[in-house]
Every structure is written in C-alpha cells, then in structure tokens.
C-alpha cells in the first residue's frame, strides 16, 4: 500500500520547484529592482572604496548638473534632483500639451571619523554624478611596518 500525502484540498499539489522558483524570486521586492516603494525608479549607485576615498557614482542620464542638489548634515549625505520639463504650445486652444516632473532622493550615512566633510566634491559627466569623499588622513589605510627583529 502506498501512502499519499495530501495538503486537504482536492485540487492536486504542484510541485515544491514550482514555487521555489516563480516565488523565491525577488520579483515582488521593489526596493532590490531600483524602486521605490511609490514605484517610481530611483538611479543606480555605485560605490568605490580606494585607500584614499570613496567615491560614489549616481547613474542620472538626461539631467543637467544644475537639477542636483547634495547635502551634508550630521554625517547623512544626501542626493535629490527635482526636473520639470514642459513642452507648452504658444496656442490657447491646445491639442497636445505635454508635461513631466521627475524626482528622487537617495541618502548614505558616512561612517564617522573616517571621512574629510569638508573637502567632498562633486561632478557631472556623461549621465553620471560621481562624488568623491576623501578620507581623513588617519583613516587611510598604511602599509605594512616590517619589525626587525633582533
């Protein structure tokens, strides 16, 4: 005799593999696909530790450097852009009129006493924002001391 294990409705299992890969998946995971949880995109980051600093790179393709704003308040760094763009008719009695305002607000706490606030800067070229965030003189990392022995 042959047991079989039923879940108590009539309506056949599916497969454990089914679920684990349709449902295991992030798809309904808004925040690791870049957005928001109003689903709207935010930019890619990339961040880049070298001995010297970090530098962080804010994918914003079609912006101008002037729709950015970057902020340091209590080791928060804050990077916002707010863009309107209008395409306006000059008649009153229009047929098309097209409108669109985009915006995001990404946000990265700086690790404290490591990094030199007062001398971050910033550049736009190519699409990408990229900071650069030195680091404190006795954050870097040294090389190695080789100790004689005696």
Known sequence: ???IKRNGSRLPALPRVFFDDVFGQDLFNWENSNFSTTRTTLPSVNIKETPERYEVE???PGMNREDFKVTLEN???????????EVNTQQENFTRREF???SFQRSFVLPKNV???DNIN?????GILVLSIPK?????????KLIAIS
């Open 1 to 3: 005799m042959n047991l």
């Open 58 to 60: 804010v994918a914003a």
């Open 75 to 85: 080791g928060q760094l804050l990077i916002s852009s707010v863009k309107e763009n």
């Open 100 to 102: 669109s305002y985009q």
């Open 115 to 117: 990094v030199d606030e």
């Open 122 to 126: 910033a550049r736009y070229e190519n």
């Open 136 to 144: 404190l003189e006795q954050a870097k990392q040294k090389e190695p």
